[in-house]
């Protein structure tokens, strides 16, 4: 639910939702979809390693770490984004680290107006 009520709150830009698992973030997006009445690559869709669900109207992306990772070197800025979501931010990586950490200096350096959200439900 957060990430459709944080799309609510930012009608422009993109909402970027980290997802460290493959199934996870692939059933989060369905879900999400479904809750809007919508199909999987409209307005909500996913984007993994070797498969994505989306189109050019898609405005929240479930991503796995390694896929948010290669979008901030690849665009260090996160263009067009407004709010970036760390979901199950307990299950730390190295990978989730530096996803982090990229994230944050482009916030710091490039983007200040760029939101972040770190979720966890065990996190001390």
Same mark, same amino acid.
């Given at each position: 639910?957060?990430?459709?009520?944080?799309?609510? @709150?930012?009608?422009?830009?993109?909402?970027?939702?980290?997802?460290?698992?493959?199934?996870?973030?692939?059933?989060? @997006?369905?879900?999400?979809?479904?809750?809007?009445?919508?199909?999987?690559?409209?307005?909500?869709?996913?984007?993994? %390693?070797?498969? *994505?669900? +989306?189109?050019?109207?898609? %405005? +929240?992306?479930?991503?796995?770490?390694?896929?948010?990772?290669? %979008?901030?070197? /690849?665009?260090?800025?996160?263009?067009?984004?407004?709010? +970036?979501?760390? /979901?199950?931010? *307990?299950? %730390?990586?190295?990978?989730?680290?530096? @996803? #982090? @950490?990229?994230?944050?200096?482009?916030?710091?350096?490039?983007?200040?107006? #760029?939101?972040?959200?770190?979720?966890?439900?065990?996190? /001390?």
């Amino acid at each position: 639910m957060l990430p459709l009520t944080v799309l609510d @709150a930012f009608p422009e830009g993109k909402v970027l939702m980290l997802e460290p698992r493959r199934i996870a973030a692939r059933q989060i @997006a369905e879900r999400m979809a479904w809750m809007r009445g919508e199909p999987v690559g409209r307005t909500v869709g996913y984007r993994m %390693r070797f498969e *994505h669900c +989306v189109s050019a109207g898609t %405005r +929240v992306e479930v991503l796995t770490e390694g896929v948010l990772v290669r %979008r901030l070197v /690849d665009d260090p800025g996160l263009d067009g984004v407004s709010v +970036v979501i760390f /979901d199950e931010f *307990h299950e %730390r990586s190295l990978t989730t680290d530096v @996803a #982090l @950490a990229l994230t944050r200096e482009a916030r710091q350096g490039l983007r200040p107006g #760029l939101k972040l959200l770190l979720m966890s439900a065990t996190i /001390d």
